[in-house]
């Protein structure tokens, strides 16, 4: 070998050792912290090996894998502070990366999504979405702030993916094999925002409940507290409400043929308020005529006064055991529940009061939807990539109307039958995307109904093996009673069946009922 090949040789190898070096100072935990990533600092990179972590707010979380702790602040735009943590175990990792979402106008990491991803092997990360706020604030400080509106609506779940799949390579020295997306209410909006935008963030999305008509949302907020502090003899006082709960399920109950308490497809109940209006002068266990058309108003969704066009989904007949959540605050003081994002649009004086739902409507709508509306049926490139998506909602949801999201998944499927780019035909949408409908679960979680379910297990099924989901068995919580038998458990179907029982069984055991088509 002469000399100059010699030199040259030497000096390549003098490189690759650097490069080796770098790449190892970062596969510790505390290395991390010298990670250079765009407009990204890294705040804070330790190990945590105590199996407990105590948040900034909340409970202490106990039962904790030993992981690396990274958090981070990322700013994307002058305005941005978007704040995101990655849990990564130490050992036992599973090669799967587990984005999970928020909720509400978000301000804070959920601890308790990156424990509960983590526990199951998982390297997982959240986002506050850039919507902090010191205390004491509301989200009113964001008015006039369109880069906080843009963070929140889609571009901080994006940014948090993209870095924490930067520090999950750094760290294990290796991608992961699948990479997943699981929220629920905001973070459903999430979920879908990913599948619509950034079609090749996640190989599987779970999401619930999901608040991706989120102008609609807002404004079928407002319309149903408006409906109820209309005047003092509209308002659904708590007995009012329990009368009217215990009517419709009485009416409703046993449509799918059993008495179990709960209604599995709302769609069906026609259940009519007016039976419940009170005939004399006493009112117990009775509605007032305002009461009945409160109930009609919230069940028939927000309308453009002018056209009758119907503006969002109303709520479903089995919610109401929820609709004290619309307002308990009656009269003068009342504030409508998430106020603020109407201030963005009609400044920090808006009177709710005054709300137009015609041209006003309309505004709100043209000046937010773009960034944080995420109801593009467009999945095409997400579906022809193999990417899985399964949305899931319950019928009882008193806060986001369910009808949206079968709103949604219809408009899926009759993109899918026309449109030039999806290859496939409607008889194959339902080998990327599927619904389920939760009968007598309220927003996310809670309700009469069997409503504890794993989402994201059959999603891994679906992607890593091709096993789609034909139902998922929901149970109900505890999972024993307090004589130790088995609690309720319930098929969830794939939209549009739903669970009809055989006839003849336990009505606890879920093998005695099965997914039909009605």
């Keep these: 070998m002469t000399p100059h090949k010699t030199k040259w040789s030497l000096h390549v190898l003098a490189l690759a050792s650097l490069a080796f070096y770098h790449a190892r100072s970062f596969a510790t935990c505390e290395g991390l912290a010298a990670l250079q990533l765009p407009h990204t600092t890294i ?45 990564m175990p130490q050992s036992g990792w599973n090669e799967r990366f587990e984005g999970t979402g928020n909720g509400g106008f978000a301000g804070t990491i959920i601890y308790n999504s990156l424990a509960e991803g983590l526990r199951a092997g998982y390297a997982v990360a959240n986002t506050d979405m850039g919507m902090a706020m010191p205390p004491g604030a509301t989200a009113s400080i964001f008015v006039n702030r369109p880069e906080r509106w843009t963070d929140w609506g889609y571009r901080a779940t994006h940014e948090m993916t993209l870095v924490a799949k930067q520090i999950v390579r750094a760290y294990y020295e290796r991608d992961a094999k699948y990479s997943y997306f699981t929220g629920c209410s905001t973070g459903g909006e999430q979920a879908l925002m990913e599948s619509q935008r950034y079609p090749d963030d996640y ?12 102008t609609g949302v807002h404004v079928s907020i407002l319309w149903n507290f408006g409906a109820d502090q209309k005047n003092p003899a509209s308002y659904l006082h708590a007995a009012a409400l329990f009368a009217l709960s215990q009517a419709v399920v009485n009416a409703c109950d046993a449509l799918d043929g059993v008495k179990d308490g709960v209604i599995s497809d709302p769609a069906k109940c026609q259940f009519d308020p007016a039976v419940l209006q009170c005939k004399g002068t006493s009112q117990q266990g009775c509605l007032t005529a305002d009461q009945v058309q409160t109930v009609r108003e919230i069940y028939a969704g927000p309308k453009n006064p002018r056209t009758g066009e119907s503006l969002y989904p109303g709520l479903p007949r089995g919610s109401e055991f929820g609709w004290e959540g619309l307002d308990r605050i009656p009269g003068p003081a009342a504030i409508p529940p998430y106020a603020p994002i109407f201030q963005w649009v009609f400044g920090p004086d808006w009177d709710w009061r005054q709300f137009d739902f015609d041209h006003q409507d309309t505004l709100f709508t043209q000046k937010l939807a773009g960034m944080v509306n995420a109801t593009n049926p467009d999945i095409d490139t997400f579906r022809a990539h193999g990417h899985k998506l399964l949305i899931y909602h319950g019928w009882a949801d008193w806060l986001v109307a369910p009808g949206e999201s079968i709103n949604y998944y219809n408009a899926v499927v009759a993109r899918a039958k026309v449109a030039p780019t999806s290859g496939q035909p409607i008889a194959q949408i339902d080998q990327s995307v599927r619904l389920f409908m939760v009968p007598g679960m309220a927003h996310c979680s809670g309700g009469p109904g069997a409503t504890h379910f794993d989402a994201l297990g059959p999603v891994v ?20 009673d307090i004589n130790g038998a088995p609690t309720p458990k319930r098929p969830l179907c794939p939209y549009p069946a739903t669970a009809q029982y055989q006839g003849t069984g336990n009505t606890n055991d879920a093998s005695n009922f099965v997914c039909t088509v009605r």
Excluded: M, Y
């Excluded at 409970?59 to 602040?73: D, E, I, N, Q, S």
């Excluded at 190989?203 to 989120?214: C, F, L, P």
């Excluded at 099924?461 to 024993?480: C, Q, R, S």
């Design 43 to 87: 705040t804070k990179a330790e190990v945590v090996t105590s199996g407990k972590f105590t948040p900034p707010v909340g409970k202490l979380l106990r039962g904790l894998p030993a992981f690396c702790r990274v958090a981070a602040t990322l700013k994307p735009s002058p305005d941005s502070d978007i704040r995101v943590e990655i849990w």
């Design 203 to 214: 190989d599987g999305i779970v999401g619930g409940a999901a608040a991706n008509n989120r």
């Design 461 to 480: 099924d679906w992607v890593e093996h091709g096993v789609a989901p034909d139902k998922i068995i929901a149970t109900t919580l505890p999972l024993n």
